[in-house]
């Protein structure tokens, strides 16, 4: 399996290997997931930003009272 290689300063190994030690991982397991963590996340937004423009006009419709007042369509009551 490839591996990694990464230079800390002592400082910031410390810091890590108490950050692995509470969340009771190894610091191997903890790196590699620390590792993972922003993509997952990043896809995890792109995912949610997707689904949310996918369903807009149905949430609009369901829910005229929260939509934002600059997207209102023109005559409709202010809030």
């Given at each position: 399996?490839?591996?990694?290689?990464?230079?800390y300063?002592?400082?910031?190994?410390a810091?890590?290997?108490?950050?692995?030690?509470?969340?009771?991982?190894?610091?191997?397991?903890?790196?590699?997931?620390?590792?993972?963590?922003?993509r997952?996340?990043?896809?995890?937004?792109?995912?949610?930003?997707?689904?949310?423009?996918?369903?807009?006009?149905?949430?609009?419709?369901?829910?005229?009272?929260?939509?934002?007042?600059?997207?209102r369509s023109?005559?409709?009551e202010?809030?």
């Amino acid at each position: 399996m490839p591996s990694l290689n990464i230079d800390y300063t002592e400082e910031e190994l410390a810091a890590i290997r108490a950050e692995a030690r509470g969340a009771g991982q190894s610091l191997r397991q903890y790196v590699h997931d620390a590792s993972l963590r922003d993509r997952q996340r990043t896809e995890f937004v792109n995912r949610a930003l997707t689904w949310g423009d996918e369903h807009r006009a149905e949430f609009d419709e369901a829910f005229p009272d929260e939509v934002p007042p600059a997207q209102r369509s023109i005559g409709a009551e202010a809030a």
